[in-house]
């Protein structure tokens, strides 16, 4: 091979793999990372994004090099030479590519292993997807709509589903996981970064799915200290069972901060109970909560889950009633 046809492929090389490189690290792919687990994720990203780099590198300058030296003439219409095989480079093209895919098989190994340790002491929370909400029980038997944790410190998430398929997710943590009815599967998490990041359902799971979001807020252990000593939420009782039970998933409520668009705005419930005409604001309320199918708003389908007749309790109703009651607006 000539000296000069060398320099020109490192050259196309070079500029391959300066493109590669600039897309790779301009462009920001992946969401800061908050956890210990999603920075061993993201390592994984950056060996396997190396590699790859130089990989297409090598195809790119050869590919590029071949096109501009050895296209055909525009009347050479003759065959090419008849080229056999090469065994010494069938060898190489087959150990590299065999040695770089076992090298990425080991670190992701090592990351998956290491990402399952939940170490000595860690927090455990239930956590129950539902159409269309999420529900964490901390040690303590306390429920909420969200997540609230200690910085530094691994939780291992304990997670099922009472109805159908969900899956938990918070981009900034990386860790992934369903939740599947009747079966309970884990995961370790350890932020490292303060700050409120959002829970997402990543399987479709029906008509609320897009709005099945929550949120994780990541404190000091101080804060959390104080956060688990003041009985963990702030506001009206009914406040934490709107919450707990995910409410504004699907339904906006001004007082609840909640913007949900799947079921009737909860702001607008004495015009809704003035159509529906079916008695008092309290009891309409209630009704509509055990029974949602006894009333359908025009517009909405019958898509909240008949459930919340078995699941609340009944001073838990009264409050969620009197909370909503006394909140509308109009
Ligand atoms: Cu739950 Cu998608």
Not at 69 to 88: L, S
Not at 238 to 247: D, I, K, M, T, Y
Request: proline letters at 7%.
């Amino acid at each position: 091979m000539r000296r000069g046809s060398v320099i020109q492929l490192t050259a196309l090389g070079l500029v391959a793999g300066a493109v590669g490189t600039a897309v790779a690290v301009l462009i920001p792919w992946l969401p800061v990372a908050a956890g210990k687990e999603a920075h061993r994720i993201h390592f994984v990203y950056w060996f396997a994004t190396v590699i790859a780099i130089v990989v297409v590198s090598v195809v790119f300058a050869v590919l590029a090099y071949s096109i501009w030296k050895f296209r055909a003439g525009p009347d050479d219409e003759e065959d090419g030479p008849p080229i056999h095989g090469h065994t010494t480079l069938e060898i190489v093209w087959t150990a590299i590519p065999a040695v770089l895919v076992t090298a990425i098989s080991i670190v992701s190994a090592v990351v998956l292993a290491q990402n399952g340790h939940a170490g000595p002491d860690p927090l455990l929370i239930q956590v129950k997807a539902q159409q269309f909400a999420w529900n964490f029980t901390y040690p303590n038997g306390k429920s909420f709509g969200y997540l609230e944790v200690p910085k530094d410190r691994s939780m291992k998430l304990d997670i099922t589903s009472t109805d159908v398929i969900h899956s938990f997710w918070v981009p900034q943590l990386s860790q992934k996981q369903d939740a599947v009815p009747g079966q309970h599967n884990t995961i370790v998490v350890t932020p490292t970064r303060i700050g409120t990041y959002p829970i997402i359902c990543t399987e479709l799971c029906g008509l609320g799915h897009a709005i099945m979001r929550s949120h994780i807020n990541v404190v000091s252990q101080a804060d959390y200290a104080a956060w688990v000593k003041q009985g963990g939420a702030a506001g009206p009782p009914g406040l934490a069972v709107f919450q707990r039970e995910g409410c504004g998933s699907c339904h906006t409520f001004t007082p609840a901060g909640s913007t949900g668009k799947v079921g009737p705005d909860l702001d607008d419930l004495k015009a809704e109970a003035l159509r529906a005409n079916r008695g008092p604001l309290a009891s309409f309320v209630h009704e509509s909560i055990v029974e949602p199918s006894a009333y359908l708003e025009p517009g909405y389908p019958d898509a909240m889950p008949h459930i919340f007749g078995q699941q609340l309790t009944a001073a838990e109703l009264d409050q969620l009633v009197q909370y909503l009651v006394q909140g509308a607006k109009k």
